[in-house]
Each structure stands twice: as structure tokens, then as C-alpha cells.
């Protein structure tokens, strides 16, 4: 009978681990989308920071000169500066699926409101270039959500919070140069 017991006990033990790591993967996979909140990110920015002399509140040597907005395809961080080479504001994005290439572009369209190309809607849309057919712009999600990328549906949503759109949105007018860097 002891022998009975024990097989019992170990089965129910694996069951029951079996059982917790199903739940935490399930958690981790419908969890919303904290960009930035990694340590990788976070080391990432340190190194930014340190190579260029300051901190991710400076934008990165190079992104050029007077108002411009300045992204920065690897940290995923935007700066808005302004014409005396202030920064206004900085902070991060979540990336779209397609990216612009590095370059210096103009501040093309805008829109107030719309529904974005993966269906969720999207305010202070602020569009500078296109990859490949996919307009590539800065939006707030609506909800505040981050979006759920699907890397085999090109997207050119680079997601911000609500107040950062805001920001952009008075700051970002049409003919503004947007400076993208790697």
C-alpha cells in the first residue's frame, strides 16, 4: 500500500506542476505588452546613455540640427527637440512591424482619429514615411493599449501612450523633420 501511496503523491505532484506551468504561460502570453520594461532595454539605454556622453534625455549624436523629432530604431525611444536644441520631451514607443529606414523625413499627413491598420482605433496619427507600400507613422492607441505585433502583418503604427501623442501631435506638424537613426 505504501508503495500505491507514493505513486499517487508523485502523479499528483506532476500534475500539479504540470498544471502551473500551463497557467503561468497562459498569463505571460495574454498579458499586455510592457515595452521597455525588460532589463535588456534597460542595459540598452545605460549603454546609449554612456556612449553618448549623457543621458537618454539627450538624442543621439548625429540626429541633426533645429526642431526636429528624432527616433531611434534601437532603443525605441523618441525625442521631440526643439529649436535651440532643447529637448522637450523623450520617451519610449513600441516599434510597428515595419520600420523606416535611417534618414532624415518630413512630417507628410496627420489625422485626429482613425482605425489603424491592425483595427484598433488610434488617435494624433502623425505620418513621416513609407516602407514598401506601409505608411509609417506615430499614434496612440485609444484604449492605451500597446499593440500585438504579428511580424507576418506588415504595420506602420509606432505606438506611444495617450499624453506622448498629445505631445507629438502639437509638435509634429506637417513639414516637421523626423530624423530616424539606428
Same mark, same amino acid.
Given at each position: 500500500? *505504501?508503495?500505491?501511496?507514493?505513486?499517487?503523491?508523485?502523479?499528483?505532484?506532476?500534475?500539479?506542476?504540470?498544471?502551473?506551468?500551463? !497557467?503561468?504561460?497562459?498569463?505571460?502570453?495574454?498579458?499586455? *505588452?510592457?515595452?521597455? /520594461?525588460? @532589463? /535588456?532595454?534597460?542595459?540598452? %539605454?545605460? !549603454?546609449? /546613455?554612456?556612449?553618448?556622453?549623457?543621458?537618454? /534625455?539627450?538624442?543621439?549624436?548625429?540626429?541633426? #540640427?533645429?526642431?526636429?523629432?528624432?527616433?531611434?530604431?534601437?532603443?525605441?525611444? $523618441?525625442?521631440?527637440?526643439?529649436?535651440?536644441?532643447?529637448? #522637450?520631451? &523623450?520617451?519610449?514607443?513600441?516599434?510597428? &512591424?515595419?520600420?523606416?529606414?535611417?534618414?532624415?523625413? #518630413?512630417? %507628410?499627413? =496627420?489625422?485626429?482619429?482613425?482605425?489603424?491598420?491592425?483595427?484598433?482605433?488610434?488617435?494624433?496619427? $502623425?505620418?513621416? *514615411?513609407?516602407?514598401?507600400?506601409?505608411?509609417?507613422?506615430?499614434?496612440? *492607441?485609444?484604449?492605451?493599449?500597446?499593440?500585438? !505585433?504579428?511580424?507576418?502583418? #506588415?504595420?506602420?503604427?509606432? =505606438?506611444?501612450?495617450?499624453?506622448?501623442?498629445?505631445?507629438?501631435? @502639437?509638435?509634429?506638424?506637417?513639414?516637421?523633420? +523626423?530624423? +530616424? $537613426? @539606428?
Amino acid at each position: 500500500m *505504501a508503495g500505491n501511496s507514493s505513486a499517487i503523491v508523485t502523479g499528483l505532484t506532476a500534475a500539479a506542476l504540470l498544471t502551473v506551468g500551463v !497557467l503561468g504561460h497562459r498569463a505571460a502570453a495574454n498579458a499586455p *505588452a510592457a515595452p521597455h /520594461a525588460d @532589463r /535588456a532595454g534597460t542595459a540598452r %539605454t545605460a !549603454l546609449r /546613455a554612456d556612449r553618448d556622453g549623457g543621458s537618454p /534625455a539627450a538624442p543621439p549624436k548625429g540626429s541633426g #540640427r533645429g526642431p526636429r523629432v528624432v527616433y531611434d530604431l534601437g532603443d525605441d525611444r $523618441v525625442w521631440l527637440v526643439g529649436s535651440g536644441g532643447e529637448v #522637450r520631451r &523623450t520617451f519610449t514607443v513600441s516599434p510597428s &512591424t515595419v520600420d523606416p529606414e535611417p534618414g532624415t523625413y #518630413r512630417v %507628410t499627413s =496627420r489625422s485626429k482619429n482613425i482605425t489603424g491598420s491592425d483595427g484598433v482605433p488610434v488617435e494624433h496619427v $502623425v505620418r513621416f *514615411a513609407s516602407n514598401a507600400g506601409t505608411a509609417i507613422g506615430f499614434s496612440a *492607441a485609444v484604449d492605451g493599449s500597446a499593440p500585438h !505585433l504579428d511580424p507576418r502583418i #506588415r504595420t506602420g503604427g509606432i =505606438r506611444e501612450t495617450r499624453e506622448d501623442g498629445e505631445a507629438m501631435w @502639437r509638435f509634429a506638424t506637417i513639414g516637421r523633420a +523626423v530624423v +530616424v $537613426v @539606428r
